[in-house]
């Protein structure tokens, strides 16, 4: 279907920005997928390996507002990741509310082993823009989420 001149030349330009934004989105999401199912982790799973390999730990409401998942999400990839001693839960000595989750030594060396190879094969598929190209994508879509996170 055709949807240049249907709604309105704002609508129009809004509709076909985002349906390439989704289509790129999934297929780009759809490689990086089955390079991180290969290693026997889904994508959440490796989202908080990721998450905790850079960022050190976290609560588990904090992985949940970088994920944009719920907490209950979040219990159930940390559970399984648990079960492959990957992660483990602490409750925080200052507030024992708080539960924090960290990489075991486990984790630390599996994010190790396969986040650089990941990021060389992403590296890969964004490599059909230049590096300039890549920067202006990254300050539009940074652009596009804040301010549409203020919407919600």
């Known amino acids: 279907m055709r949807t240049t001149e249907q709604y309105g030349r704002k609508a129009d330009l809004a509709l076909t920005m985002w349906v390439k934004l989704v289509r790129a989105s ?6 990086t997928g089955k390079d991180i ?3 026997g982790l ?10 905790l390999g850079h960022l050190g730990p976290l609560t588990i409401g904090d992985i949940g507002k970088r994920m944009l998942v719920t907490g209950g999400c979040v219990t159930v990839i940390l559970d399984n990741l648990e ?3 990957l992660v ?3 409750r925080s000595s200052e507030d024992r509310r708080v ?3 960290q990489l075991t030594d486990k984790g630390e060396l599996t994010f190790k082993t396969i986040f650089g190879k990941h990021a060389q094969m992403v590296a890969e598929l964004a490599s059909v823009l ?3 190209e890549q920067l202006q994508l990254s300050t539009l879509l940074r652009k596009l989420g804040l301010a549409l996170k203020d919407k919600q």
């Not at 999934?26 to 490689?31: Q, S």
């Not at 889904?42 to 390996?49: A, E, N, R, S």
């Open 26 to 31: 999934t297929t780009f999401g759809r490689l």
């Open 99 to 101: 539960i924090k989750v």
């Open 130 to 132: 230049s590096e300039e």
């Open 42 to 51: 889904t994508q959440p799973q490796f989202g908080v390996l990721e998450m």
């Open 37 to 39: 199912e290969q290693h």
């Open 83 to 85: 079960k492959e001693s």
């Open 88 to 90: 483990e839960r602490m």
